[in-house]
């Protein structure tokens, strides 16, 4: 759980879209990755004052709550953990749905914005933990994910998608969704904006060979009540609902398609065929870009650059 170059650009971000961090609370303790080049560069691009820390022994974590405080406004860095092992300020266990009562009932609804910085994706009951996150933050306040996406196995119990974000964070279930993007941890350079499923009418996948993670910013509009699971996009759209049978499908396949198809399964090259276009996939993907047009460059820097 913490804070990288990308986070720290989200919540800059953020900062020029007016969002709040007056009132700030970390989903874990959040700790600081970030080397004192990229911190010296983001001060100078941001016209921000020297950063002053507590003094710390070699090799201690360096936490969040002086960069949440000078540079982005807070009065009050709290954060909650499942054990007191990093002094979080709220002990809850993010599987378990968030108190009424006591201090911790206390604090529903009362964030301006709430950092999932690398945590849900530790959680095993993630509907649970993603509902604790929005009980936390006021109506008008915002919630920020910064989660693993894809080359990233084994680093928590989940990978996720943008389909779940796109879906969580609608209109109708009483959010806002300001951004999703993709950020690849050998790029610092480039975000990648990321088309919405149900816009461009059809799944919206990912295959590289660099390890991403996804970078998401909602506003809470109305406290949500009850709700309904979301449905991915594609089986929410009335093709879907109302869609042709599956004869007609195979009958929408191009006839060429289907006649070296069954040239292939004749020759009993099909196998063959699959696995060379798999490899060629990969090495397609072995490249920094994102494919057009489901993925938009967004060169970071030339974003925060403060207005001449």
């Given at each position: 759980m913490?804070?990288?170059?990308?986070?720290?650009?989200?919540?800059a971000h953020a900062r020029d879209l007016n969002v709040s961090f007056e009132r700030t609370i970390g989903?874990?303790?959040?700790?600081?990755?970030?080397?004192d080049w990229e911190f010296?560069?983001?001060?100078?691009?941001?016209?921000?004052?020297p950063l002053h820390e507590p003094?710390?022994?070699?090799?201690?974590?360096?936490?969040?709550?002086?960069?949440?405080?000078?540079?982005?406004?807070?009065a009050t860095v709290d954060s909650v953990d499942a054990s007191a092992y990093e002094q979080a300020t709220l002990i809850h266990d993010m599987n378990r749905t968030w108190p009424q009562d006591g201090a911790s009932g206390e604090a529903r609804g009362t964030y301006d914005a709430v950092l999932d910085f690398g945590c849900l994706?530790?959680?095993?009951?993630?509907?649970?933990?993603?509902?604790n996150c929005v009980d936390l933050c006021r109506v008008g306040g915002h919630v920020l994910h910064a989660l693993p996406a894809n080359n990233l196995s084994g680093h928590g119990f989940?990978?996720?998608?943008?389909?779940?974000?796109?879906?969580?964070?609608?209109?109708?279930?009483?959010?806002?969704?300001?951004?999703?993007?993709?950020?690849?941890?050998a790029d610092r350079r480039y975000w990648w904006a990321v088309a919405d499923p149900m816009q461009v009418r059809r799944r919206v996948n990912l295959c590289n060979a660099h390890e991403t993670y996804m970078l998401v910013l909602a506003r809470k509009l109305r406290e949500p009540g009850s709700m309904p699971p979301p449905q991915q996009s594609d089986?929410?759209?009335?093709?879907?609902?109302?869609?042709?049978?599956a004869e007609q499908a195979v009958e929408a396949t191009p006839v060429v398609r289907r006649r070296l198809g069954a040239v292939l399964v004749r020759l009993g090259l099909i196998d063959a065929a699959r696995a060379w276009r798999e490899r060629r996939r990969v090495l397609r993907a072995s490249g920094v870009d994102l494919p057009k047009?489901?993925?938009r460059r967004i060169e970071v820097q030339q974003l925060l650059q403060p207005p001449r």
């Amino acid at each position: 759980m913490g804070i990288d170059i990308h986070n720290l650009n989200l919540l800059a971000h953020a900062r020029d879209l007016n969002v709040s961090f007056e009132r700030t609370i970390g989903i874990g303790r959040q700790a600081v990755f970030i080397e004192d080049w990229e911190f010296e560069e983001h001060r100078r691009l941001r016209g921000l004052p020297p950063l002053h820390e507590p003094m710390r022994t070699a090799g201690a974590p360096r936490y969040f709550e002086p960069l949440m405080q000078q540079w982005l406004g807070a009065a009050t860095v709290d954060s909650v953990d499942a054990s007191a092992y990093e002094q979080a300020t709220l002990i809850h266990d993010m599987n378990r749905t968030w108190p009424q009562d006591g201090a911790s009932g206390e604090a529903r609804g009362t964030y301006d914005a709430v950092l999932d910085f690398g945590c849900l994706e530790h959680v095993f009951d993630f509907p649970t933990a993603w509902r604790n996150c929005v009980d936390l933050c006021r109506v008008g306040g915002h919630v920020l994910h910064a989660l693993p996406a894809n080359n990233l196995s084994g680093h928590g119990f989940y990978q996720f998608s943008p389909e779940l974000f796109f879906n969580l964070y609608q209109p109708s279930r009483g959010f806002e969704l300001r951004g999703l993007w993709f950020a690849m941890k050998a790029d610092r350079r480039y975000w990648w904006a990321v088309a919405d499923p149900m816009q461009v009418r059809r799944r919206v996948n990912l295959c590289n060979a660099h390890e991403t993670y996804m970078l998401v910013l909602a506003r809470k509009l109305r406290e949500p009540g009850s709700m309904p699971p979301p449905q991915q996009s594609d089986y929410a759209q009335d093709e879907w609902v109302h869609g042709p049978s599956a004869e007609q499908a195979v009958e929408a396949t191009p006839v060429v398609r289907r006649r070296l198809g069954a040239v292939l399964v004749r020759l009993g090259l099909i196998d063959a065929a699959r696995a060379w276009r798999e490899r060629r996939r990969v090495l397609r993907a072995s490249g920094v870009d994102l494919p057009k047009p489901d993925y938009r460059r967004i060169e970071v820097q030339q974003l925060l650059q403060p207005p001449r």
